[in-house]
């Protein structure tokens, strides 16, 4: 009986090796079911979700089956955070506790205002945002727990301390006093009081909470990718976040609009436009906020900024800067409109930031300020039916078995 097992798992070795031996020779070869190679993963169908979607060819942006239009004019970006997270519009009861829950997660500790202070400055401010969120994870109580509750903690306590840390890194990096949050205010309220030390107007307040809820979602890109790789591993919810973090982080996702207004207030005026833009068309450089992987039309989101950037510069000095980017949309769009090249959220978002009184580094802090809620609730959807992520590679390095050379004859 022994030995016929024996003689079964030798065959076994011997038929698992001559499978690696075939697939090695023959690299079309695929033991499980034929799967075609995507670059980057594009157009891959990773995971099942119920939070939102994205039409291009329409240009719709759903949450949970709300237009993000209607979600714009009548909700505000917490009872989106709840819509989210929870799959519904909250009661008032619900969104009540729901901020009662972010303004008290809201504060962080002396040792991270300290952290925050030493290195902000260094280097790039997601680098500093990066820090503090994983500093903060090391002080969790709850780091270790893996459990559906306690990653769904973590993560309410993030989304309530994003505004305070990028607030704290805004206020650092400019050698200004930290500003504790204030219980009395709104999750925006708070990140604008926070940030520049004093209320601002309504108008002001509506816009940027409007802009936070405009991006706090949007399908599968990198960032939430990322998160969502190493929630799939059963890490803590702070892992999960740096790892987003980490990705916005990248040219390639983030700091499109920060890029997009310097070339926009470098063109300078309405008037050098066609030169400016005709010129750089012609040497195929790349024209920062235009052109979508998803939106083959008008990006919703940009529209809505675009009416934001107009309110806000109307008798600013940022007014001429509104007027050369309208300038360069129409420009754009006449010559490239047709093979659907359009403004995206990216274009206009920078100069309504700028007008608020952000500058240009914390645009990407300030998208992960609204991402935050996004991230969170696309890892804990995750996790209701967990599979750890695990995509294969096309090997196409060289066929042939090779003996190993000692080093002394090399």
Known sequence: MQEEKLTDTASRLLVINLIFREGMLNRSYMPENEVNFSRGLEGVIASQTKIGYIDGLKGHLVYRGYEINSLVENSTYEET??????????????????????????SINKETYDVIRRIAGLSHTMSSLRTAVSYIGTHSKLGD?????????????????????????????????FIEPDPSLSYTENFL??????????????????????????????????????????????????????????????????????????????????????????????????????????????????????????????RKVYETAIKIEDYMIERLGSKGIFPNVDFYSGIAYKAIGFEPELFTPIFAVSRITGWVARDLEYLTN?????????YIGESEIKSYIPIERR
């Open 386 to 394: 967990n599979r750890i992520f695990r995509p294969r590679s096309e």
């Open 81 to 106: 955070a709840y819509l989210l997270l929870y799959g519904r519009l909250p009661t008032r009861s619900e969104l009540d506790d729901f901020t009662s829950k972010l303004k008290e997660r809201s």
């Open 145 to 177: 727990k893996t459990d559906y509750e306690s990653q769904e903690e973590m993560g309410i306590s993030i989304i309530a301390k994003m505004p305070t840390i990028v607030a704290a890194i805004k206020r650092a990096v400019n050698n200004e006093d």
């Open 193 to 318: 009081y926070q940030s520049f030390g004093e209320r601002k107007s309504k108008e002001v307040t509506r816009i940027l909470d409007s802009m936070l809820l405009l991006h706090a979602d949007h399908g599968m890109n990198a960032s939430t990718f990322a998160s969502m790789v190493v929630i799939s591993t059963l890490s803590d919810m702070y892992s999960a976040i740096t790892a987003g973090i980490s990705a916005l982080k990248g040219p390639l996702h983030g700091g499109a609009n920060e890029r997009a207004l310097k070339m926009i207030m470098s063109i300078g005026s309405p008037e050098k436009v066609p030169e400016a833009i005709g010129r750089m068309l012609e040497s195929k450089e790349k024209i920062m906020g235009f052109g979508h992987r998803v939106y083959k039309v008008y990006d919703p989101r940009a529209k809505i900024v675009k009416t934001y950037a107009d309110q806000l510069t109307k008798g600013t000095p940022l």
